[in-house]
């Protein structure tokens, strides 16, 4: 099994600890980080990893801190990870068995030495049952789904905000600059339509917001 292993300056000897455990079980690793007592920012660390698993690179990563609290939390905000912290074995084993989980937390200061190896032979060993688990792992990809498509909406609605105020604006001065009544009949639909454009790009920000409801253009 490929793991992608890391901590932070709090979780280094629980770590080199855990490294062991890997090498004589036969599981390929990769270090990244941190490799001594140095002060580092456990999000730096646990998104490499994090985003190496989501990326398919590795089959599972474990993350190590004082609690293991922060890495959870920074695991669990790239797409496709799920990042579990546990304590004890059983909560191990359960977040595989039902939760698929991808990442696995470990606080040194909460587990010690012996716990820690006891709880990562329990998460590699079990496997996801599937079933109706299956059915609720697809609820959480929706989920993820569509945290990325108000995102994406976000970024379209400003782009397209900033590109309808250039049309704006250029379309006023050349209407200020020309005294022929079709270019100005030309220039005032054009002005219309981006304004017209503009209302669904408000529409659309409302709707990534989760404030809105339709963005139809009707009414």
């Known amino acids: 099994m490929r793991i ?29 980080g941190c490799y001594d007592s140095t002060s580092v920012d456990y999000p730096d660390i ?13 089959d599972h990563g474990i993350l190590i801190c004082s609690t293991g609290i922060g890495m959870s939390m920074v695991a669990n905000k790239v797409p496709r990870v799920r990042a579990a912290l546990c304590h004890d074995t059983f909560s191990a084993r359960r977040s595989r068995e039902h ?3 991808n990442v696995l ?4 200061w909460v587990a010690g030495e012996g716990l820690a190896k006891e709880i990562v032979e329990a998460y590699l060993s079990a496997e996801f049952e599937g079933g109706r688990h299956a059915q609720r792992l697809e609820k959480m990809r929706e989920l993820e789904r ?7 909406a976000r970024s379209v609605a400003h782009d397209l905000n900033n590109a309808l105020s ?3 604006g250029q379309a006023q001065l050349t209407l200020d600059d020309t005294d022929d009544p079709k270019i100005k009949r030309v220039l ?16 659309l920000q409302e709707a990534a917001r989760g404030e809105g409801g339709s963005i139809s253009g009707d009414g």
């Open 166 to 168: 250039i049309i704006l």
């Open 4 to 32: 992608a292993i890391g901590c932070d300056h709090r979780g280094l000897n629980l770590k080199k600890a855990v490294i062991e455990l890997l090498s004589q079980k036969g599981h390929s690793y990769e270090d990244f």
């Open 99 to 101: 939760n698929d989980a």
């Open 146 to 152: 569509q945290k990325a498509l108000s995102e994406l």
């Open 46 to 58: 646990g998104g490499q990893v994090a985003r190496a698993v989501a990326e398919g690179r590795f």
């Open 188 to 203: 005032q639909l054009i002005e219309q339509q981006a304004l017209d454009a503009s209302k669904m790009v408000r529409r």
């Open 105 to 108: 937390c470990l606080g040194e």
